[in-house]
Each structure stands twice: as structure tokens, then as C-alpha cells.
């Protein structure tokens, strides 16, 4: 498979697809997850089951269109039951992806997690991984982690680094250069991720991670930027063609995802990957198309 440059090949490929994609969504009560629900129904890659807290049920317009065949609507008296009514049906396999609607984030995951009735598998660990389009980077770039682990433990990052790279590769990338971000390229026991890296280097020479390039420490711009690591006499074949970034945490991870969706202009998705299936949190602050594309790499297979 070739690989997908931007988010419009990604809706390409998907709308091409065989099969749909069975999405369950929690609490659908907002303009943007109603905008995600419609353009993917329009856009073919997915059909929804819409679990609704309260008597109130969603009156999405495209519902009067010729789709009502596609959605099944349920209703549970309270947002807590509404997740968990969520989590139950992908549980029973009826769903391939969830995704959260208008709920509090801490609602979802409550269920989500909860050790006898979640989605989470005993002993693996819950991650965030992103995927961007930068407009100056000619390729999309996954990266994590953004959102969930504060300060990865060696265990922690081997899980990071094997999400983030399978995440690549279903974009179509056969064999992922994968940069370990720090600020210098130094390994210095003050900085224990830096310590960290070098088993993860060592692990992907034995092939723990399939076929993929890991390089590092290196900072953000010798990863993306091919002149800069000439420059500083690094060799590595992840300098200025990296496909993911590996963050030390989650303060690097966020800011990143920040600064380059309000200055680079990038378009930004985002799922949970340790859960039996993708799990959708967009931030309250993204955009419509951030959340479209959010459930978009979520229903690649």
C-alpha cells in the first residue's frame, strides 16, 4: 500500500473502502460531533450507533436524508450510563471504534477503564498518539505522547513507541523512521528518557518493533529538518524524514500538538490506542475537521 500524505488521501482511501466501519458514539448532544456524524456518513466510512443521555435524542438533519438505516440511536437515563452503555456495545463486539460526543472526558474514561467492565486489557498501557499534517512537512507525522502519560517509564515508552509506529504503518509506511525527541543529542543519566532510548534503540535492533528505523536523542528539528542534522554531523536515516516522534513527556508532547496547530497551521487527529478498539477524545477546543479526522485514522485498518 501506498502511503497516505494528508488527510484527504486518508478520506479517499477510506470512502473506497469494503466495509464499513461500526462507530458508537457517547452522549452525540454538540454541533461538532453532529458535524462528524454527517460528514461521515456522507464521506461513507462509517455507519454510528448514537447513545444518548436523557429523553433528548439528536435531530441530525442528514437523518431525513436517505441514512436513518445507518444510525441506531439508544438511550440511557444519565451521561454515566451513557457511557457505559458506550463501552458495553464494543465490548460485544458491535463496534469497531468509540468516540466521545459531548461528555467530560473523566466520564468516558471512568468506563472505559473500569477493571471488570472496560475496554482496557489487563497489563497494557493506555497512550494518546497523534497524526498531523504540517503544511512545510511533506508527509503526515504521528507522534506521542500528548495527552495521557505524564512521564513514560522504559515500559510505558516501549508501548508509546509500538502504538505510534502501528499507527504508521496502517498510513502506509513500510518501515517508519522513528525519531526519540530530547533536546540535545546527548545521552546523560540526568535525563533518565535519554537512558530510556537506548533500550528502545536496542530492542528495535532485535526487532521487538518489525521493521523500522529508531534514531535518537534528537530534538524536533534535526528529526524534520534534513539540513540541520548535516549540520550538526548526524547520519541517521530518521534526520529530516522522521515518520514518528517519540516525546520524553507529556509537557513536550502537548506543547508541540499546541504550537503547531495555532502557528504551522496543521491539521491535527488524535485517538487512545491500548483499548480492544481506537477510542475517540477529541479536545473541546478542536476543530470540526480535527474530530472528522480523529475518527478517520481511527477507522483505518
Do not use: W
Request: charged share 20%; hydrophobic share 45%; net charge negative.
Amino acid at each position: 500500500m501506498s502511503s497516505i500524505l494528508n488527510f484527504d488521501d486518508l478520506i479517499l482511501k477510506l470512502s473506497r473502502m469494503n466495509g464499513r466501519k461500526r462507530v458508537v458514539v457517547a452522549c452525540p448532544a454538540d454541533s461538532h460531533t453532529e458535524y462528524v456524524v454527517e460528514r461521515a456518513l456522507r464521506e461513507g466510512i462509517a455507519d454510528f450507533v448514537l447513545v444518548c443521555a436523557g429523553a433528548c435524542t439528536p435531530e441530525f438533519a442528514i437523518l431525513r436524508d436517505g441514512y436513518a438505516g445507518r444510525v441506531e440511536v439508544v438511550i440511557e437515563p444519565t451521561v454515566d450510563d451513557a457511557a457505559r452503555r458506550a463501552v458495553a456495545i464494543v465490548r460485544s463486539g458491535d463496534a469497531d471504534v468509540l468516540m466521545k460526543g459531548s461528555m467530560n472526558t473523566d466520564n468516558l474514561l471512568h468506563a472505559v477503564l473500569n477493571k471488570e467492565h472496560g475496554i482496557l486489557e489487563p497489563g497494557r498501557v493506555l497512550s494518546h498518539v497523534t497524526v498531523t499534517h504540517i503544511p512545510a512537512y511533506g508527509k503526515l507525522l504521528v507522534f506521542s505522547d500528548a495527552a495521557v502519560v505524564p512521564r513514560p517509564t522504559l515500559d510505558q515508552f516501549d508501548a508509546i513507541l509500538g502504538y505510534a509506529v502501528g499507527v504508521s504503518r496502517r498510513l502506509g509506511v513500510s518501515r517508519p523512521g522513528v525519531a526519540l525527541v530530547n533536546f540535545t543529542e546527548k545521552v546523560n543519566e540526568k535525563f533518565p528518557h535519554t537512558l530510556y532510548y537506548e533500550e528502545l534503540k536496542r530492542r528495535a535492533a532485535e526487532g521487538r518493533y518489525g521493521d523500522v528505523c529508531v534514531g535518537g536523542p534528537m530534538d524536533v528539528k534535526t528529526a524534520l529538518d534534513a539540513e540541520s542534522g548535516s549540520i550538526k554531523g548526524i547520519t541517521s536515516p530518521v534526520v529530516g524524514n522522521a515518520d514518528v516522534l517519540v516525546f520524553p513527556n507529556i509537557e513536550s508532547g502537548n506543547v508541540f500538538y499546541k504550537t503547531i496547530s495555532l502557528f504551522a497551521g496543521a491539521d491535527m487527529a488524535g485517538m487512545l490506542c491500548g483499548t480492544t478498539v481506537p477510542v475517540v477524545v477529541a479536545s473541546r477546543a478542536d476543530s470540526c475537521e480535527s474530530k472528522f479526522y480523529s475518527l478517520a485514522i481511527a477507522c483505518v485498518d
